[in-house]
């Protein structure tokens, strides 16, 4: 018997979910009438020259999870990621996590991992702006930047990297419909930028990249996401009619994120039904619609932790009424 005395390879795993990047277009100038989702993350990771060297040695192992536009990303994919994202990273010779993600809605599910995935070894989501067969595709480069990300020893935690720049989880957010540089982390400022296959962390950015596990997180892998508690989203906005509130409650709703005006200003059209909302049992958390800032001061309704946008604080009070 041959012993073989070797240090055992690392391994980086990469999930494939869909989105534009895994999309397909009826022309290389179509970047709009494209269709999401159509191509394997084997298919993504054969695509991009240099992998290899961003690997750093490092083994790849990847898997389809889904193959979505994740404008209609669910719950019981969440789950599924977040019980593959638990599996790989308790394996000792596991690095980190990449994971391929259509844009629409990549804020909520880098906020959903953040919350529930209890590790501190780096999950990274990429994603891309423009379909795998335009004439210049992004996804390509942000892929080969988020294999470098997730190899680099100063990362961990849940991020985000699109268009050279690195975001947390909990300040990413979705800015531009179009451009390739479709995200912003707001007044934080991103973590770090990606420059020549390398990870230039911001020196300033005394923020840690770590973890806000939830206090429910064990919850959101074992219950099943079709009893996931329904968390509703609800803007504050002028001609409000209680009607809305009402028609909520009455369909089922557990909880309800208000997405209120300037400080967290609540129209005075819905504040008597929320009050009977809550009165029933409806869990109500406040966000402001401002896409900057949080809300100071006292308010009319418990505000949301974190100063979150109202989609992730619509995750984190989902969470909050799991049981
Ligand atoms: N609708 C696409 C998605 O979110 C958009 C994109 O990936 O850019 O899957």
């Known amino acids: 018997m041959q012993v073989v005395a070797s240090k055992k390879i690392q391994k980086v795993v990469v999930l494939g979910t869909g989105g534009t990047i895994a999309g397909t277009g009826s022309s290389v100038s179509d970047h709009t009438g494209y269709t999401a989702g159509q191509l394997s993350v084997q298919h993504l990771l054969d695509a991009v020259p240099g992998l290899q060297?961003?690997?750093?040695?490092?083994?790849?192992?990847?898997?389809?999870?889904?193959?979505?536009?994740?404008?209609?990303?669910?719950?019981?994919?969440?789950?599924?990621?977040?019980?593959?994202?638990?599996?790989?990273?308790?394996?000792?010779?596991?690095?980190?996590?990449?994971?391929?993600?259509?844009?629409d809605t990549l804020e909520e599910t880098a906020w959903f991992l953040q919350q529930v995935v209890d590790t501190h070894k780096p999950v990274v989501l990429t994603c891309a702006m423009r379909p795998a067969t335009a004439l210049a595709p992004d996804g390509p480069q942000n892929l080969l930047d988020a294999l470098t990300?997730?190899?680099?020893?100063?990362?961990?935690?849940?991020?985000?990297?699109?268009?050279?720049?690195?975001?947390?989880?909990?300040?990413?957010?979705?800015?531009?419909?179009?451009?390739?540089?479709?995200?912003?982390?707001?007044?934080?400022?991103?973590?770090?930028?990606?420059?020549?296959?390398?990870?230039?962390?911001?020196?300033?950015?005394?923020?840690?990249?770590g973890h806000a596990l939830h206090a429910q997180a064990r919850l959101a892998l074992v219950v099943p996401a079709a009893d996931w508690p329904w968390v509703a989203v609800l803007h504050s906005h002028a001609g409000a009619d209680a009607r809305q509130v009402k028609a909520l409650v009455a369909a089922g709703v557990k909880g309800l994120v208000v997405a209120g005006t300037g400080n967290g200003t609540v129209h005075h059209a819905f504040l008597t039904s929320l009050g009977q909302a809550q009165a029933q049992g409806v869990a109500l958390r406040l966000v402001s619609r401002c896409t900057e800032g949080q809300i100071v001061g006292q308010t009319e309704l418990q505000p949301s932790t974190l100063g979150l946008n109202a989609f992730k604080a619509r995750v984190s009070l989902m969470l909050d009424l799991l049981e």
Request: aromatic share 6%.
């Open 149 to 209: 990300l997730v190899c680099d020893p100063q990362a961990q935690a849940v991020m985000v990297v699109c268009a050279g720049r690195i975001h947390s989880a909990r300040d990413v957010q979705k800015v531009h419909p179009y451009r390739l540089d479709a995200f912003s982390s707001g007044e934080a400022g991103p973590l770090g930028f990606m420059e020549q296959g390398r990870v230039r962390w911001c020196a300033s950015n005394a923020r840690p990249m």
């Open 53 to 103: 060297d961003s690997l750093q040695g490092h083994d790849l192992v990847c898997e389809q999870l889904a193959q979505l536009d994740s404008k209609d990303m669910d719950h019981a994919t969440w789950q599924v990621l977040a019980q593959r994202c638990t599996h790989w990273l308790e394996q000792a010779d596991v690095v980190g996590i990449v994971i391929t993600h259509g844009t």
